[in-house]
C-alpha cells in the first residue's frame, strides 16, 4: 500500500480498462458527484466502466447515470470518497473490499486499505481531488462531468460555507461554473428544498433535541419509529444531522441515530476548539475536526451516556467546562 501523486494516480487509471467504482455506504454528495464525475471522465477515455451504489438519496439522484449499472466482471475496482473500508456498504465490501486498487479520498484520516491511495486532506471534497486529477490528465471539463464535481464540493462544504473551503476550493468551483454548471438551480434543488415527509421528521426531530454538559451539548435521538411515521429513510434525512449544532452555546452536537437492525449510530458535529474526530476515535469511528461518526452498540441509554462522556471529555480538555 502505498501513497502516490495525482499524476501517478492517472497513470495507474489510464492503464486500466472494465473498472468498477463504488463510494462509501450512506452516500451523501460528494460519494455520488465523485462517482460520477469518475464514471463521465473514464467513459471520455474509452473505458468499460461501471458503478454500485445503493440508497443514493432522492435529491442527488440527479447526478446518477443509469447507464453506469452494466453487470460485468470488473478487472479493476476504484473507490472515491471512501476514508476506511469498513465504510464500504457490507454486500461489497465482501465482494469487493480486499480487490481496490486505487482509492482516490481527502479525508485526514484515511485508512489506507487499496493497493494505492491519492488522498489530498487539504481538499474540499473528493470531487476537488477528481478535478485535479482531471485537469492532469487532460479530460475536457464537460457541463456533466462539473456537474458531478459541482455536487461533490458544494455538499461537503455545506455549500461554501464550511472551514474547509479554502481560496483554492473557491477557484476550483468558479471553473465548474465557467464550464456551465447551473449553480443556482442545483443550490435551490439540494439545500433549499424539502418534502413535507422531511418537514415533518423535522419537527419530531426539533422535539427530540435536548440540551445537556451546561448548554455545550446538544442531543437528538433518532429513532426508527420516527421515521417510520414520518414515512422517510435515513437516506433522505441526512441534512438534520447539523440542527444539534445550530444551538448558540453548543460546541459538540451529537445525533444519535437508531439503524433498522438495532444498532446506535453517533454522528458529532463540533465547533472549534472541540474536535469530532476525537469523540468519536473513543469508539472506534472517525471522520473530520468538525464532523464525524462511530457506532455504539445496541443499548440506547448505554451509547447516550457514553458518547455525551466522550464529549465532556473533549470540552474539558478545551477548557470549555
Ligand atoms: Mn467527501
Known amino acids: 500500500m502505498s501513497c502516490i501523486t495525482h499524476a501517478e494516480a492517472w497513470k495507474r487509471l489510464s492503464a486500466m480498462n472494465d473498472i468498477l467504482i463504488l463510494a462509501h455506504a450512506k452516500p451523501d454528495g460528494d460519494a455520488v458527484g465523485s462517482m460520477f464525475a469518475l464514471y463521465h471522465a473514464l467513459r471520455q477515455c474509452g473505458k468499460r466502466v461501471r458503478c454500485e451504489i445503493v440508497d443514493v438519496p432522492a435529491a442527488l439522484r440527479f447526478v446518477v447515470a443509469p447507464e453506469a449499472f452494466s453487470d460485468f466482471e470488473p478487472a479493476h475496482v476504484v473507490t472515491v470518497d471512501v476514508a476506511d473500508q469498513k465504510l464500504l456498504n457490507d454486500c461489497f465490501k465482501n465482494t469487493y473490499g480486499s480487490r481496490v486498487e486505487l482509492s482516490i479520498d481527502h479525508h485526514g484520516v484515511h485508512t489506507a486499505f ?24 487532460g479530460v475536457a471539463l464537460t457541463k456533466e462531468i462539473a456537474t458531478c464535481l459541482y455536487l461533490g464540493l458544494s455538499t461537503d462544504t455545506g455549500c461554501f460555507r464550511f472551514a474547509n473551503t479554502t481560496a483554492k476550493t ?21 439545500f433549499e428544498t424539502k418534502t ?23 442531543v437528538m435521538v433518532l429513532t ?18 447539523g440542527l444539534p449544532r445550530m444551538i448558540a452555546g453548543v460546541y459538540a452536537g451529537i445525533t444519535v441515530t437508531e439503524q ?27 471522520g473530520h475536526k468538525y464532523a464525524a461518526g462511530c457506532e ?26
Open 114 to 137: 487499496a493497493e494505492e491511495t491519492l488522498v489530498d486532506p487539504t481538499a474540499a471534497a473528493a470531487s476537488e481531488v477528481l478535478f485535479d486529477l482531471f485537469t492532469i490528465g
Open 296 to 321: 455504539l452498540g445496541r443499548d440506547k441509554e448505554e451509547a447516550l451516556r457514553g458518547i455525551v462522556a466522550a464529549a465532556e471529555r473533549q470540552l474539558a480538555k478545551a477548557n470549555l467546562i
Open 196 to 218: 413535507p415527509q422531511y418537514i415533518n421528521f423535522e419537527k419530531a426531530a426539533m422535539n427530540a433535541l435536548r440540551l445537556c454538559l451546561g448548554g455545550k451539548c446538544a
Open 260 to 286: 433498522p437492525g438495532g444498532v446506535y449510530h453517533a454522528s458529532v458535529r463540533s465547533k472549534e476548539p472541540v474536535n469530532a474526530a476525537e469523540i468519536c476515535a473513543e469508539f472506534g469511528g472517525g
Open 170 to 190: 473557491l477557484r476550483t468551483a468558479a471553473a465548474l461554473l465557467e464550464a456551465g454548471v447551473d449553480n443556482g438551480a442545483i443550490n435551490i434543488e439540494v
Open 224 to 241: 426508527q419509529q420516527m421515521y417510520r411515521e414520518a414515512g422517510i429513510t435515513e437516506a433522505d434525512t441526512q441534512g438534520i444531522k
